[in-house]
T-cell receptor, first 114, second 114 residues
Framework: AQSVTQLDSQVPVFEEAPVELRCNYS??????LFWYVQYPNQGLQLLLKYLSGSTLVKSINGFEAEFNKSQTSFHLRKPSVHISDTAEYFC????????????FGKGTRLSVIA | GAVVSQHPSWVICKSGTSVKIECRSL??????MFWYRQFPKQSLMLMAT?????????EQGVEKDKFLINHASLTLSTLTVTSAHPEDSSFYIC??????????FGQGTRLTVV
């Protein structure tokens, strides 16, 4: 079975500072990796994903994540955060075969301080 | 991108009544949908896998007689919380798989049982 660990439940950071949200996963088989963002009382929005190919994936709003197979990690980074980035971020994993559900980490609350 | 519509967004019901939540894939067919439950400030926990034309597969600890799932067509899955009680109050989210490796989420349903 797969599992996801997000080590930080809360990350406060000042506006325009860089941030890294950590994610480690466990799986005995190949997986797909995702980062989702959730704003209060809303569903999840896909931020970025790793399926194959380049290990560095980027989103349109400045986030990026790097798949590191040897360290089983998929940390999310942004060089300069904005107030609007305040949200809950979930790392998730799924098997790379067929219709399998996502397994989520516990989430990291990113709070950007003005 | 693909859209999953979930309805209602929020509902308040009396203890002992039943509530139906709909999840529709608007521009693609979904043979498989997933239902998640999210408690405040916690991650998403998979409740069940909904398969079109067959019985749903429930995760361990989820009462199938309480959380009835029907996936009658390739674009609609419903979750009915029967004889709801205050402890069933939660945020329920559905998702459907689009192309390989991509899950789309509904907006979520905030259920409050009073």
């Amino acid at each position: 079975a797969q599992s996801v660990t997000q080590l930080d439940s809360q990350v406060p950071v000042f506006e325009e500072a860089p941030v890294e949200l950590r994610c480690n996963y466990s799986s005995s088989v190949s997986v797909y990796l995702f980062w989702y963002v959730q704003y209060p009382n809303q569903g999840l929005q896909l931020l970025l994903k790793y399926l194959s190919g380049s290990t560095l994936v980027k989103s349109i709003n400045g986030f990026e994540a790097e798949f590191n197979k040897s360290q089983t990690s998929f940390h999310l980074r942004k060089p300069s955060v904005h107030i609007s980035d305040t949200a809950e971020y979930f790392c998730a994993v799924t098997l790379n075969s067929g219709n399998t559900p996502l397994v989520f980490g516990k989430g990291t609350r990113l709070s950007v301080i003005a | 991108g693909a859209v999953v519509s979930q309805h209602p967004s929020w509902v308040i019901c009396k203890s002992g009544t039943s509530v139906k939540i709909e999840c529709r894939s608007l521009d693609f067919q979904a043979t498989t949908m997933f239902w998640y439950r999210q408690f405040p400030k916690q991650s998403l926990m998979l409740m069940a896998t909904s398969n079109e034309g067959s019985k749903a597969t429930y995760e361990q600890g989820v009462e199938k007689d309480k959380f009835l799932i029907n996936h009658a067509s390739l674009t609609l899955s419903t979750l009915t919380v029967t004889s709801a009680h205050p402890e069933d109050s939660s945020f329920y989210i559905c998702s459907a798989m689009g192309q390989v490796g991509e899950a789309f989420f509904g907006q979520g349903t905030r259920l409050t049982v009073v």
